[in-house]
């Protein structure tokens, strides 16, 4: 029978590993050194790589849903959750040196003509964050702080996709000004 | 003496390799079976994977000048060459079944922790790119025809990223739907 703490060590330290380093860099041996746990041990837990890699997707989700629920705070107006959440996954960013990105951006890069299986789970992720942003951004229309002319949807997964455009570049130049312009440029241009 | 032919063969086919499945998942013999020539002769060549990634950004960045060309075409107004350029770069995406997506993106995810040296080089491309873009969008703000409450270079380089996320997005989804709204976006808010 495994053990359930177990299965959760070798699932945070494998998002942590496949975050870090990449799903290609990451072997099972990675893992499992960074779990504390006997290489033998991982295949009583996930089949494959790839399976836990699905499940830290979900895991990553999971994480994230504390800022997240800044969207959700009805003690701010609509457009002023925006710029605070959008702010607080920035300084997310800087706090971890620009080591990491965005597990979603870095297995979409890396992934998309290898596992159809993690695709999906990541499509999925980004469906779900697009609806999570697009649901603020529709009051914060209604409420007439950002112009109609595109539907909600639409400015929120533009709005993630030049999110995730910004943190590639300030990954690879170890630098927020990427993601600075990113708020600029989107709260005076796309969410206004 | 390495043979010049070779060499060549040997960073097409590790251009293609690489741009296909990623740095790490990409062997050495994978790039000289696509290559045709037997695996000792890749290091005559190259002193290391990493070395021939480095060229092979080099060698992407000429294969896309020709689409910059397209920034360059006198006659037509600046903002109609931006608009023509992201059409064609989308364009060539699509023909490629979203199979790639961009080389520096796919890069910057996977080997900004991993490689400084294909990082820099990566850091130097988006740069150049960026300087591209800018002096169009320079252009078309002398013109009148984009505001310029931003700075060229700060449009560029927020569209390009823009443009980033959207190809990585195309390409876990299989499916220009992002790419077709970073245009729409991008010419009514961002370019305008």
Redesign the interface.
């Known amino acids: 029978m495994p053990r359930p703490s177990l299965r959760e060590q070798l699932l945070s330290a494998g998002l942590e590993t496949l975050h870090?380093?990449?799903?290609?860099?990451s072997s099972v041996q990675d893992i499992t050194d960074a779990a504390g746990a006997p290489k033998g041990s991982f295949y009583n837990h996930f089949e494959s790589k790839e399976v836990l890699a699905v499940e830290a997707v979900r895991e990553y989700q999971e994480q994230k849903r504390v800022l997240l629920d800044i969207l959700r705070d009805q003690k701010l107006a609509p457009l002023r959750r925006l710029r605070k959440y959008f702010e607080s996954v920035n300084q997310a960013a800087v706090v971890a040196k620009?080591?990491?990105?965005c597990l979603l951006?870095?297995?979409?890069?890396?992934?998309?003509?290898?596992s159809p299986v993690i695709?999906e789970r990541?499509?999925e992720a980004?469906a779900r964050w697009s609806d999570d942003v697009a649901a603020v951004i529709a009051e914060a229309q209604r409420a007439g702080a950002i112009s109609r002319?595109?539907s909600s949807k639409?400015?929120a997964?533009?709005v993630?996709?030049?999110?995730?455009?910004?943190m590639?570049?300030a990954?690879?130049?170890?630098d927020r000004a990427?993601l600075d312009?990113?708020l600029?440029?989107t709260f005076?241009?796309?969410l206004a």
Chains 1, 2 share one sequence.
């Open positions: 870090r380093k990449g799903f290609n860099a620009f080591s990491t990105g951006g870095n297995f979409a890069a890396e992934l998309s003509s290898q695709c990541v499509g980004f002319n595109f639409a400015l997964e533009f993630i996709h030049a999110w995730e455009g910004a590639l570049r990954k690879v130049q170890k990427p312009l990113f600029k440029v005076s241009r796309i």
